[in-house]
T-cell receptor, first 112, second 116 residues
């Protein structure tokens, strides 16, 4: 089955700086890679995703890159704000089964 | 996206008892899943809830412990049976809406279960 590794486990950044979270996956059949943000006491919220036929996708301050050859993908948050503080999860799936395999999560703290 | 309601949002239960968690979606969805998130951990898939048939369980999860129903395209239940403190977790319902192109999955707010 799919194995997703996520690094770092914790990340502390100064407000206004950038944050980068990296994930690797094992199953070459995986073709869909979402990122979720989970705030304390809430369910995971889909913030951005990328499919395997695209190398990069951007949505305002958030971007995701995918290197299918190396089997890794990354989340980039620019101009971080205190409200970006949360736990971020990467995930991977092959679209024909819809089952998500999650990374271990990254706790991001943005210092004011 | 889809609006997902889970009930209850939290509960404290005695060991040996069972709890049924409900997941209601505001529109028809193709896929419904149940995940477990142990304290401070990531999400682990328990099973796929199949409409009108038995759920498909992942390795390490069995129907006797986690019976699941899905009577229609908008509703599912997960029961945690014969609970022990090790079952204390957040249980999350996830759906992939009908017609979704990108396999987008959305989550409910979760049910926070504490077994004492």
């Amino acid at each position: 089955g799919e194995n997703v590794e996520q690094h770092p486990s914790t990340l502390s950044v100064q407000e206004g700086d950038s944050a980068v979270i990296k994930c690797t996956y094992s199953d070459s059949a995986s073709n869909y890679f979402p990122w979720y943000k989970q705030e304390l006491g809430k369910g995971p919220q889909l913030i951005i995703d990328i499919r395997s036929n695209v190398g990069e996708k951007k949505d305002q301050r958030i971007a995701v890159t995918l290197n299918k050859t190396a089997k890794h993908f990354s989340l980039h948050i620019t101009e971080t704000q205190p409200e970006d503080s949360a736990v971020y999860f990467c995930a991977a799936t092959a679209s024909d089964d819809y089952k998500l395999s999650f990374g271990a999560g990254t706790t991001v703290t943005v210092r004011a | 996206s889809a609006v997902i309601s889970q009930k209850p949002s939290r509960d404290i239960c005695q060991r040996g008892t069972s709890l049924t968690i409900q997941c209601q979606v505001d529109s028809q969805v193709t896929m419904m899943f149940w995940y477990r998130q142990q304290p401070g951990q990531s999400l682990t898939l328990i099973a796929t809830a199949n409409q009108g048939s038995e759920a498909t369980y992942e390795s390490g999860f069995v129907i006797d412990k986690f019976p699941i129903s899905r009577p229609n395209l908008t509703f599912s239940t997960l029961t945690v049976s014969n609970m022990s403190p090790e079952d204390s977790s957040i249980y999350l319902c996830s759906v992939t809406p009908t017609g979704t192109v990108n396999t987008e999955a959305f989550f409910g707010q979760g049910t926070r279960l504490t077994v004492v």
